[in-house]
RNA sequence: GCGGAUAUGGUGUAAUUGGUAGCCACGUCAGACUUAGGAUCUGAUGCCUCGCGGCGUGGGGGUUCGAGUCCCUUUAUCCGCACCA
């Protein structure tokens, strides 16, 4: 019998759906696992053949702990909110929604002919009002609570409002916006919209002006991670900086949780580290240094308290609130003009011109609060408003940033520590001993640092302060196709919807882009507003908004009186193993890690983090094709022979090649200008050129997985995805080669036929070397998938099947095809129940993956004489070590090598080696 | 600039985690069969050399009886962050 991969594995596919094999329950008999892919976005390109890479790998996984007699539950989604979808929908006028549902339907297809085993009852679509009525829930519920410092919690407002209106913000310790001081008869004395804007100050979800990456092409605010090198992610349109009224997540309360939660996870060291630099905390000291004919003082952070001393001027941020105040009137035209002109480069202008050095004096001086001198405060756009207070102590021995700029004005230069050379460049290591610093003479460079700390917080300078480069989220985006904020105005103050009124549903308009105004579109939709009349919010949520809670949403998708029931959540909790593309590093598994630890907080849920082991998949580049054409003529040269004629390197489109070599006919075919191409061969052929690149439709190196299932079959692609090399690597996708995976699947199929093609698995004996074979294979392929190193069991697969050579036992093959199955699951099930079986391969309680299996295995030690190896021996595991020493040395093989003298050392180490030093 | 990762045949990769480098495939070469095919099967295939033998894991050095693996140094590529005070 042939193996029918194309009928085989429709019909098993057809069957799983029909007997819904992958639908999961709440079992509490049974140990649960979550296996969950990152879900996609629907684009209209619909997926090529490096999208599936990460959902093979899971589904791998989930298959094998079925078999292992676990309760998987291994569910699948759509982030359908999006930017692509309104860009088209303000192009085309076509509803994002109903190009949404037909993208989905052609991924469904897609997704389909891999045989996943996702319980498809459980999907989950971010557009659907069922679904963001939970977002939008979540968001009130951060409406409603701050983040109370002491408990390191989130508490409700209520409590907040209570204290307030008892003892006013003494005592408070609550993450805020800026810190402030009143007095409970001053609350007591406000009015709503005055308490209300004090207590947004506080909110997890917040309203505040702030300074916004704004990008004019898209028409709306993004948030930090949706930014890199002043262009917007999406689309890599430039970036400005723009102060303006949004809503925001206070996320950086979370910061220091998110930073220890960090250790616990099983995540890969250099995502956690892209964390860890994303949160960047850093230890320093506040100080509020006087200001001469003033009687404010000027606050700025710092990580060196220590050079205090060497401080001979300070520098604010051109955005800086005082900026203006601080401005003498002999200097404000100068300074007017810095700002502005500050003000009109772009964020990308800006970066690029990181190392200029500009600034401008505002007049005014400070008074160094340690040496007594009286120093100039400058501004400067190399200060950041965004980070620490917008205002810098500059030490300009010590900082070469300072010193560029001290050096460019002239200014004093002071050295506080030993070690460099201040006149070629600042002395920046932490490290030397300390002099021109009064008390702190003498002592090493950390000494100093403690205790500047103890003297600043003694003298009533400052204190000790950690501090974030973690910004908070801006929540709200100028956006048609996202969840809109449950919340309305009144008297222009901010009111939340109640949980009742969820969802709020987005209202159909007629156009999707912004209005003449350069309103949000949703200004456009006619009855945006309560019964009573007032406005909603005319912002739609982010997109990272849909994607925080899914996995909880999977766990009880069709409650509608929660976003997860309690009985589910305590049965799944978590995610055991998410697999994702590593690209949302910053974004998604920040927010969602900041949404989940609130959710957390507020009872909710009772798993403090989402995703316990994250496995990160490389990404599938593409390997494109070119041909080479003789410039000025319509002849084509092989890619070995070109030296000697000057060509014009062109893509070709990879589907009409096979092994480097071209289809001429495809080729003629393709495009009407080479109808009539000619050719220069080599023996023959047409020999193309090839490079990596990124897989994309203009470098026609794109691969459909249809296609590949259709001429390999989905079991093929599985196995061959995987057997390209290490999941978490990138590597290109390379058709070439998938013949040696095909190849292995029809000589295993074939492995259960005899000659004459009749099925024929007998119950005879298996040899001893036909078992030892069986079970080496076992032990590798579980240790292997236990590792997510799929590309060597898929190896250890081929090796088993060479080995075995026509072995057509039962006792042998039965157990094989389990362990095949999560890697090729149709062929299994098709030869599992060929067997006999009316079970499903992934129900088997068949005991492959089992100890027992294993506890006959036999291990080799290797055997070397003075670092050479010799020879090899084979030892029961339970052999002691005592036991292989006095047989290697008695061994008629290890006496050859000791040439009648007696070792002067042997060093066994079990499992390991065995080394006898003459 | 700071941080992280990677480097092995013509290609993708593997290596009992310090123990015979190149498993398993692709490709190539040779052969068998053949309805002549991009099917199937068998064998060979790191490099140099007719051979003996020598050389080989980006380069240099070190530790060790023994290094692809550990340490130092250097180069190249990729990724993340970046006037972060």
């Not at 897609?110 to 939970?134: A, H, N």
Request: hydrophobic share 35%; proline share 5%.
């Amino acid at each position: 019998m042939e193996y029918n991969f194309k009928e085989l594995e429709a019909k098993w596919q057809r069957r799983w759906r029909e007997e819904k094999t992958y639908h999961v329950e709440v079992d509490p008999s049974r140990p649960k696992y979550y296996v969950l892919d990152m879900f996609p976005y629907p684009s209209g390109a619909g997926l090529h053949v490096g999208h599936p890479l990460g959902y093979i790998a899971s589904d791998i996984y989930s298959r094998y702990k079925r078999q292992c007699g676990f309760n998987v539950l291994h569910p699948m989604g759509y982030d359908a909110f999006g930017l692509p979808a309104e860009q088209y929908a303000i192009q085309t006028g076509q509803h994002p929604a109903v190009t949404t549902e037909r993208n989905i339907a052609r991924y469904r297809e897609q997704l389909d002919k891999i045989g996943f085993s996702f319980d498809w009852d459980r999907e989950v679509r971010t557009c659907d009002p069922e679904y963001y009525k939970w977002t939008q829930w979540a968001f009130l519920k951060m409406y409603d609570h701050y983040y109370c410092n002491d408990s390191q919690k989130a508490r409700p407002v209520s409590e907040l409002v209570e204290a307030f209106a008892e003892h006013g913000s003494e005592g408070l310790n609550a993450a805020c916006t800026s810190e402030m001081h009143f007095t409970a008869e001053e609350w007591n004395g406000w009015d709503e919209a005055q308490r209300e804007q004090v207590l947004q100050n506080y909110r997890l979800a917040y309203r505040a002006d702030t300074t916004v990456n704004w990008c004019p092409q898209l028409g709306t605010v993004l948030a930090n991670d949706e930014v890199k090198d002043g262009l917007s992610v999406r689309g890599g349109f430039p970036v400005e900086q723009k102060r303006m009224r949004q809503w925001l997540l206070r996320v950086t309360a979370y910061a220091q949780r998110m930073l220890d939660g960090l250790d616990e996870l099983a995540w890969s060291d250099s995502l956690k580290e892209i964390q860890r630099n994303w949160i960047g905390r850093s230890v320093g000291a506040q100080a509020f240094f006087p200001i001469k004919g003033d009687d404010r003082k000027l606050e700025i952070f710092t990580t060196r308290p220590d050079t205090i001393f060497g401080v001979t001027f300070m520098v604010i941020a051109p955005e800086h609130e005082w900026l203006d105040s601080l401005t003498t009137d002999e200097n404000r035209a100068a300074v007017e003009e810095y700002v502005a002109a500050t003000k009109k480069r772009s964020e990308r202008e800006r970066i690029a011109e990181t190392r200029r050095v500009s600034g401008v004096a505002t007049g005014s001086y400070a008074i160094n609060p340690f040496s007594g001198r009286e120093i100039p405060i400058y501004v400067s756009d190399y200060v950041l408003a965004g980070y620490g207070t917008g205002a810098i102590m500059a030490v300009p021995a010590h900082d070469s940033r300072d010193y560029a700029f001290a050096r460019h004005f002239g200014l004093e230069i002071i050295p506080v520590v030993e070690g460099g050379d201040i006149e070629k460049e600042s002395y920046d290591a932490k490290s030397g001993r300390m002099i021109n610093s009064g008390f702190l003479d003498g002592k090493d460079v950390k000494e100093a640092i403690a205790e500047m700390f103890a003297e600043i917080e003694r003298r009533g300078i400052g204190k000790r302060l950690v501090n974030y480069r973690l910004r908070d989220a801006i929540f709200s985006r100028q956006r048609y196709w996202g969840e809109p904020f449950p919340v309305y105005y009144k008297d222009g103050t901010a009111h939340p919807l109640s949980e009742e009124q969820l969802p709020l549903e987005l209202p159909p308009v007629d156009n999707f882009g912004p209005t003449a105004e350069g309103e949000p579109p949703l200004a456009r939709a006619a009855g945006w507003h309560t019964a009573e009349g007032y406005p909603y919010e005319l912002s739609t949520m982010p997109g990272f908004a849909g994607s925080s809670a899914y996995y909880l949403r999977y766990m009880d998708a069709r409650n509608d009186k929660a976003l997860v029931g309690r009985e589910a959540n305590e049965y799944w909790r978590s995610v055991d193993l998410y697999v994702g593309g590593i690209e949302h590093a910053t974004g998604h598994l920040m927010y969602s890690r900041y949404w989940n630890m609130f959710l957390y907080d507020i009872g909710c849920v009772c798993e403090q983090e989402p995703f316990s082991k994250l496995v990160n998949q490389g990404m599938i580049q593409g390997r494109s094709n070119f041909v080479y054409r003789v410039v000025g003529t319509n002849t084509f040269v092989s890619a070995g022979l070109r030296g000697g004629y000057e060509t014009q390197e062109i893509h070709v489109d990879v589907n009409i090649v096979r092994n480097d070599i071209l289809d001429l006919d495809a080729f003629r075919a393709w495009r009407p200008e080479f109808a009539d191409a000619e050719f220069i061969l080599e023996e023959g052929k047409y020999v193309c050129g090839w490079a990596v690149e990124k897989m994309s439709k203009s470098m026609y190196n794109v691969v459909n997985p249809d296609y590949i299932v259709d001429t390999y079959g989905a079991d093929t692609l599985r196995m061959y995805e995987m057997f390209l090399g290490p999941l978490e690597q990138s590597k290109p996708w390379d058709t070439n080669g998938i013949d040696g995976v095909h190849k292995f699947l029809r000589r295993f199929w074939r492995s259960f036929f005899d000659r004459s093609g009749a099925f024929a698995v007998t119950d005879e004996e298996p040899t001893p070397k036909e078992l030892k074979t069986l079970h080496k294979t076992i032990k590798k392929v579980r240790e292997d998938i236990e590792n997510f190193s799929f590309n060597t069991s898929v190896a250890a697969f081929m090796i088993c099947l060479n080995e075995l050579g026509e072995c057509r036992k039962r006792a042998v093959l039965e157990p094989l095809t389990a362990l095949i199955a999560p890697f090729a699951p149709h062929i299994a099930e098709e030869l599992w129940s060929m067997m006999g079986h009316t079970t499903s391969v992934c129900d088997a309680a068949y005991p492959v993956f089992d100890e027992q299996y294993l506890a006959e295995s036999s291990f080799e030690y290797p055997v070397s004489v003075n670092g050479k190896l010799r020879f090899k021996r084979e030892y029961p595991l339970s052999a002691t070590p005592a036991e292989i020493q006095a047989d290697v040395v008695t061994a008629d093989e290890a006496q050859k090598w000791l040439d009648g003298k007696t070792p002067k050392k042997i060093i066994v180490v079990p499992g390991k080696i065995i080394n006898i030093v003459i």
